[in-house]
């Protein structure tokens, strides 16, 4: 029976006391899909009623005026609204709880959300024992009622619950949220903060791409709202969540409806916030910007703002790094010098200064390949990376660099106790929600729990052996919560992990959360093009089934921290990587120690094969396109590396000014011999290099803007592509009688040949430039791709490069996530791909051409389709 015909009679033939056997099967084979049932209609309509009875107090006021029940379609007709049918509904329902089970089994055939299920399982809990009532038969209007709730279903209440999924029947979450043109999303964004919804039945993690809400008791990811996030916030009344956006990005505060999946609209142009706070009763949202100089109060119904500029937080220049707490009535801001200052949040004064880490001892910043963008000039070797208040916020806890955890009691005149246990920083922290515990995380990879009266260590959670399976994180502790009932903390880490541990014991609960690795700076094809393998920036190697998206293996290579550079074979089965331990936050080394080895990793298991010591420290590694040499660059030198037979050849970037190389004599050690009078910071960086196809020749970039090419045989220089400008762009450093000649151009970061090896690429942060390599027009026969256009931002720094399959268009990808694609005939831009929150790695493209692999610092990897890419932009010109 067609399901219309089913809803047209319970309404117009409400006397009708039952339904036929055959409509029974029908109409519950509509909500199965698949399967029918010989439950009576009496008990499936009671799940019915529930469904309707919830989903009737979160619809639109247009839906339900849309389908208001005429009782008797007569001229004299009662008319009851859904309000009334599902409000006198309610009364009726109580009886049912002792079926939850057939109620839940119900739902779970609907198919519908799985959180929709527990928020109705949940009200059937809430619900308060039916009051006696005389009125119409029952089961007349549960069959009304029935009809209403599976017209609800059928226009599609339930799908539109996760408005960033596609499909709610979907559970393939690599398809979430997809950007146009992308066909899959691998990996969730590294993790920066975590919190339990206020009935700890959800788990809301804010990642680099949005925030994923999980499934607390199952681990399933339920929802992906979209945009990157640095800071969340649940309501009280679990109905809203609030995601702060991204500090260095245009991202703008979100808040969204849990019970909706949408949106909620607000004023334009609301900028990102570092911290976030709703009031009691749920219908205001406090935010502090993410600079820390504006307070803004959002009514969360109207969804306009209040703006609170802070006069005294107000100044220009480069401010150096800081992190913020915010309670009910003041808010923290800890300093890079140690310092933290706290401030009234309705008055935006001063109330104190706080110095427990404040140390007047600075140190340079180390200089890292792979540093975070707006890095301090200095930085204090106490300087504050955690702060977190108390839930009565009469206490405030702190984390430094120092290693130790301050407790202030503010209360009482900002006493304060230190908590010492600790061997890394100590950069995320949170209170139970009685406050009687503090919990604190560590670049040492531990988390430790403090009793808050005494500041006595409780329990540390850490990497150990139970029954023989190892657990706890491999890299420093990114996010931490508790569950409302302080029984349970999660704890977040750029290992990607996400792990549960009880409070009490200290051990490891249920299954962890996967997937949210951060920076994957390398990918490469196997099993000729179904295996994607990717290496993340802490040696996690990664193998993705191309047909599916999903993860079938992953592997750990070396033991170090982070590795500052690496890079896979071209058919994935070796990576070759430099090492170093130190201290890692959301990604990026603050403070590292290399081990100064270029390892060669089998990419399959993780053992080491060899290694080659280099105490100059490289910068950057590629393999050579049969995969039997590795070059690697260091300052003032290029070396080349054969893995079959451990023979190297280095090339010196210095020349002497009769025109001779000097020879790079190797000591056993990946030592050059430097040039009397120059030190190593004088000496040429490499920054970028490239093989052609065919492997007989390597170019080579510098941070000075340099660019030469090398035949990889003998070492000797072919051409330098960049030429001394008449305007003299370049300057000559004289030393002990050699010439080193540096560009005054932009740092080159991104070298690649054509796949014919006829063009080569090189980008900079202001433009790209190809170079024709058969006509040999160095210099002013070249073209460039400028990053501004006529007032026109077109691309913000080139840090990959790839060529198309046919070699006519080069994608761009630049430090702010997005690819442009470029003609390379005619120079014209032909469309831009928005996808990734964070600075592209790497580009590739799948052996058959049709995938288009785009990696990034936002630690996901999208899968392009290149055709459905091509479609619409303009033809190509031959």
């Not at 809430?126 to 549960?142: A, V």
């Not at 969340?232 to 009344?237: E, G, K, L, T, V």
């Not at 491999?474 to 792990?499: H, K």
């Not at 100064?596 to 590629?622: C, K, Q, V, W, Y």
Request: proline share 5%; with cysteine; aromatic share 8%.
């Amino acid at each position: 029976m067609d399901i219309w015909k089913v809803w047209r009679r319970c309404v117009f033939h409400p006397m009708a006391t039952h339904l036929s056997a055959q409509d029974r099967t029908e109409q519950f084979s509509y909500g199965t899909g698949t399967k029918s049932s010989t439950v009576c209609p009496y008990r499936i309509n009671s799940a019915i009623i529930i469904i309707g009875y919830w989903l009737s107090k979160e619809c639109s006021k247009e839906t339900k005026s849309l389908l208001t029940v005429d009782h008797h379609p007569t001229p004299n007709s009662t008319r009851y609204t859904t309000d009334a049918t599902f409000g006198s509904a309610q009364s009726r329902i109580a009886v049912f709880k002792r079926e939850k089970p057939m109620i839940r089994n119900t739902l779970d055939n609907f198919q519908i959300a799985l959180n929709l299920t527990k928020n109705i399982i949940r009200e059937i809990d809430h619900l308060k024992p039916p009051t006696p009532s005389s009125r119409r038969p029952f089961i007349l209007r549960t069959i009304a009622i029935s009809t209403i709730a599976v017209v609800l279903l059928m226009l599609s209440i339930g799908n539109h619950l996760v408005e960033a999924q596609t499909d709610e029947t979907d559970k393939d979450y690599t398809k979430w949220a997809l950007p146009k043109a992308a066909k899959a999303r691998l990996g969730k964004g590294g993790i920066n903060a975590i919190q339990f919804s206020p009935d700890g039945t959800r788990l809301a993690v804010g990642s680099k791409i949005g925030v994923w809400l999980y499934d607390v008791e199952t681990g399933k990811e339920l929802s992906l709202f979209a945009g990157m996030c640095r800071a969340i916030a649940f309501s009280p009344d679990g109905r809203y969540l609030a995601n702060g956006g991204g500090k260095y990005t245009m991202s703008e505060l979100q808040v969204w409806d849990i019970t909706t999946g949408q949106k909620v609209s607000l004023m334009d142009g609301i900028s990102s916030a570092s911290a976030l706070r709703f009031s009691a009763d749920s219908k205001t949202l406090v935010s502090l910007r993410s600079w820390g100089d504006t307070i803004s109060q959002l009514d969360i119904e109207t969804g306009q703002e209040n703006v609170k500029h802070l006069i005294e937080r107000q100044f220009t220049g480069s401010r150096g790094p800081e992190v913020y707490a915010l309670t009910h009535d003041k808010f923290a801001v800890g300093h890079g010098d140690g310092k933290i200052q706290l401030y009234d949040t309705s008055t935006s004064k001063m109330l104190s200064t706080l110095r427990g880490h404040a140390d007047l001892s600075l140190q340079p910043l180390d200089a890292i390949p792979d540093r975070p963008a707006f890095p301090p000039p200095h930085r204090s070797k106490n300087q504050v990376v955690a702060l977190a208040f108390s839930p009565n916020g009469t206490h405030l806890a702190s984390g430094s660099q120092d290693k130790t955890v301050r407790l202030w009691d503010l209360a009482n005149n900002d006493k304060w106790i230190t908590l010492q246990k600790h061997t890394g920083w100590t950069n995320v922290l949170a209170f139970s929600p009685d406050g009687k515990m503090l919990a604190s995380g560590s670049t040492d990879k531990t988390v430790q729990l403090w009793d808050t009266a005494t500041g006595d260590p409780l329990v540390t959670l850490s990497r150990k052996s139970i029954r023989g399976l190892r657990t706890g994180h491999l890299n420093g502790i990114a996010a931490l919560a508790f569950s409302p009932d302080g029984e349970t903390l999660a704890s977040g880490s750029t290992d990607g992990t996400i792990r549960f541990w009880n409070t009490e014991s200290g051990d490891p609960i249920s299954t962890p959360i996967t997937g949210h690795t951060e920076r994957v700076k390398a990918v490469a094809f196997s099993n000729g093009g179904s295996t994607l393998v990717s290496v993340a920036f802490n040696g996690i190697i990664a193998f993705w089934d191309m047909k599916s998206s999903k993860k079938s293996n992953s592997q750990v290579a070396g033991h170090r921290d982070m590795f500052t550079t690496l890079t896979l074979s071209p058919d994935s089965t070796k990576l070759a990587s430099v090492g170093a331990d130190g201290h890692v936050i959301f990604g990026f080394a603050s403070s590292w120690r290399p081990d100064h080895l270029i390892r060669l990793t089998e990419a399959s298991t993780g053992n080491e094969i060899m290694t080659l010591t280099d105490r100059m420290n490289p910068s950057h590694l590629t393999f050579s396109p049969d995969g039997k040499t590795v070059a690697f660059g260091s300052f003032g030198k290029i070396r080349l590396w054969n893995t079959e037979t451990g023979i190297s050849l280095d090339i010196s970037l210095l020349e002497q000014d009769e025109g001779h190389k000097v020879p790079g004599h190797d000591h056993g050690n990946g030592a050059v011999a430097m040039p009397p009078g120059m030190r190593p910071h004088q000496m040429p960086t490499i920054s970028a290099l490239a093989f052609s196809p065919d492997g007989t020749r390597i170019v080579s970039a510098t941070m000075e803007g340099q660019i030469q090419m090398w035949d990889t045989e003998m070492g000797i220089e072919l051409t330098s592509l960049v030429e001394q400008e008449p305007d003299g762009a370049e300057y000559e450093v004289k030393a002990g009688g050699m010439t080193v000649t540096t560009s005054y151009k932009d740092p080159i970061f991104a070298l690649v040949f054509s796949p014919n090896g006829r063009r080569l690429a090189a980008g900079s942060q202001e433009q790209i430039r190809l170079w024709n390599m058969e006509t040999g027009n160095w210099g002013k026969g070249t073209s460039s791709i400028n990053s501004h256009e006529k007032g026109r931002v077109v691309f913000q720094g080139s840090q990959a490069l790839v060529f198309s399959p046919d070699n006519m268009i080069l994608v761009n990808g630049d430090r702010n996530g997005k690819l442009q694609l470029w003609n390379i005939t005619t120079g014209n831009e032909l469309t831009t791909l928005n996808g990734h929150t964070a600075e592209v790695e790497t580009l590739h493209f799948s052996p058959d051409g049709n995938t288009l692999v785009s990696a990034g610092q936002d630690g996901t990897i999208l899968l392009w389709d290149w055709n459905e890419i091509l479609k619409g932009t303009p033809a190509m010109d031959e």
